[in-house]
């Protein structure tokens, strides 16, 4: 029987998630996911945002893992931190086992950018998120406004 723990990742444009994935937990203890994802996300200049959260929930939506991440490509232009916080479940499609836990806001794992006060214009941050025994390669695209 397949173990419905879900392991989450939303990258966040304004407040609305816009691209998630869920992997979840085979038999044979391997994860199934997205090698590669992408988003763009826009920030103000000098201000900490969260740019990307991840979790791991069960069925009965309790948390059950702490994805890892490492950041590979710093930004040019401001700072990431990757760090526990509280994160919100969200944009988990009807028909995901753990859809019914949309909003609800658990302990997981955060990046959070902030640029360098009067920065404006475009920075990237690469990561890998850990997930099981694999890796996804992602990327943010960050626009930053005034």
């Keep these: ?7 989450a990742t939303s990258t966040f444009i304004a407040s609305l998630a ?5 992997v979840t937990n085979l038999p044979e203890g391997g994860w199934t996911y997205a090698k590669y994802s992408s ?6 200049s000098g201000v900490a945002k969260t740019i990307v959260q ?3 929930v069960d069925i009965n939506c309790k ?3 702490y994805p890892k991440f490492a950041i590979t490509t710093k930004p ?3 700072t990431v931190e990757v760090k526990k916080q509280q994160v919100v479940v969200a944009s988990l499609t ?7 836990c949309n909003g609800l806001r658990v302990s997981g794992v955060a990046i959070v950018y902030k640029s360098t006060n009067g920065f404006v214009g475009s920075d990237i941050v690469k990561y890998n ?5 694999g890796v996804m390669y992602s990327s943010s695209k960050i626009t930053v406004v005034k």
């Design 39 to 44: 988003a763009s996300v826009t920030v103000h």
């Design 18 to 22: 816009v691209l998630t994935g869920c």
């Design 129 to 133: 998120k850990t997930v099981g025994s």
């Design 76 to 78: 040019t232009h401001g």
């Design 54 to 56: 991840s979790f791991g």
């Design 94 to 100: 009807p028909g995901n086992p753990i859809a019914h």
């Design 1 to 7: 029987m397949t173990n419905l723990n879900c392991l």
């Design 63 to 65: 948390v059950v893992a």
